[in-house]
């Protein structure tokens, strides 16, 4: 259609023009007609049910196609320019296209992501790895938003931001479900898979929440002004994902843990290191199984196990199980919890 129409105004000036006495602007009339057919058809077309691609298409003309090959053509661009003939459609009729056009991108992608979680629940009681979590739900997620957004904004930057928040607000909701069905696939009595399998799940569940993550940011920094209170909530789903799975993953530990922190802060802890020895021990084995991890994950699952650790490790003391009869007494109390506090830091820096 732009060919066509540049085609034939390069013929009207060539050819037709010349024709006519100057003071007569045929070229202005020709150019005014054509425009007026333009935005006439355009405008029926705004008027019909159009499907997203067709609404993109019909936006992109409009904003890009029109101005670039036409009002930009170097020959008859500067003629048409001249003719001050305005937008082909009216701003209230394209808001109301892009409008239409979100709402409909919305609506598609709602049911596209609510099928892909629910896919992918339905492998959750599997041995599913965190490639598989990742390259499956969390790739096929942001890649369903990602078409739209790379895409509204080649119409306008505006366009781009508006489509942006409302995907935004299809991720948030997307990921409450997420975090939900995470809670409850993870928690939940008599829906809890085999404690082999638990932690290699709750790595791969955590681990879709960095891409996730980004995405959001990805989303909120189009700038749009009331972006903020969608992004906040994103990161409180996905905060919550993170600590259901840094608590099935801790949960094993602590219980192991348990015997030898009830041994600490008695006569015996002074003279013998076992206990302490075997906690250190079993939280440097625990380290390696969380290599999988990403370092999102890893460092909240990190932190919380430092502070839980530290609380376990004072209770004894707290409790006043051990009692300090002389000066002697305090002073090896004192020398080895600060030797065990030095180890505890540097234990949980090497992690």
């Not at 808001?95 to 896919?119: P, R, T, Y």
Request: charged residues 25%; contains cysteine; hydrophobic residues 40%.
């Amino acid at each position: 259609l732009a060919a066509r129409v540049v085609g034939d105004l390069g013929v009207v000036r060539s050819h037709v023009a010349p024709a006519y006495p100057p003071e007569y602007g045929a070229l202005g009339v020709y150019a005014r007609g054509y425009h007026r057919a333009l935005a006439q058809q355009l405008r029926v077309l705004a008027q019909r049910p159009l499907p997203v691609p067709e609404l993109y298409l019909l936006l992109d003309w409009h904003s890009n196609t029109y101005p670039r090959e036409i009002l930009g053509h170097p020959e008859v661009g500067a003629l048409l320019r001249a003719q001050e003939l305005g937008p082909l459609l009216p701003p209230e009729t394209q808001h109301d296209l892009e409008s239409s056009c979100i709402a409909a991108v919305k609506a598609k992608v709602e049911v596209a992501v609510a099928q892909e979680l629910q896919l992918s629940e339905d492998t959750w009681p599997e041995d599913v790895t965190s490639q598989d979590m990742e390259e499956g739900l969390a790739m096929r997620v942001t890649g369903l938003l990602r078409a739209h957004v790379d895409r509204a904004p080649q119409v306008t930057p505006e366009f781009g931001r508006e489509m942006a928040h409302s995907l935004l607000g299809v991720l948030v909701a997307f990921l409450h479900s997420f975090q939900r069905k995470v809670e409850r696939f993870l928690e939940t009595p008599g829906e809890v898979p085999p404690t082999d399998g638990a932690p290699g799940r709750a790595i791969a569940l955590a681990n879709c929440c960095p891409p996730f993550r980004a995405f959001a940011e990805r989303l909120a920094q189009f700038g749009h002004p009331e972006s903020e209170e969608p992004r906040r909530q994103a990161h409180a789903a996905l905060d919550r994902v993170t600590r259901v799975c840094s608590h099935v993953l801790t949960r094993r530990l602590f219980e192991d843990l348990k015997p030898y922190f009830g041994k600490l802060m008695k006569r015996k802890w002074l003279t013998s290191s076992d206990a302490f020895d075997a906690i250190v021990m079993l939280i440097t084995g625990f380290a390696q199984t969380l290599r999988p991890l990403h370092p999102e994950p890893h460092q909240v699952l990190v932190s919380e196990l430092h502070r839980r650790v530290l609380i376990e490790y004072v209770r004894p003391l707290l409790q006043g199980r051990l009692v300090c009869t002389s000066a002697k007494a305090r002073a090896r109390v004192a020398a080895r919890l600060g030797d065990e506090a030095r180890q505890l830091r540097e234990l949980f820096t090497r992690l």
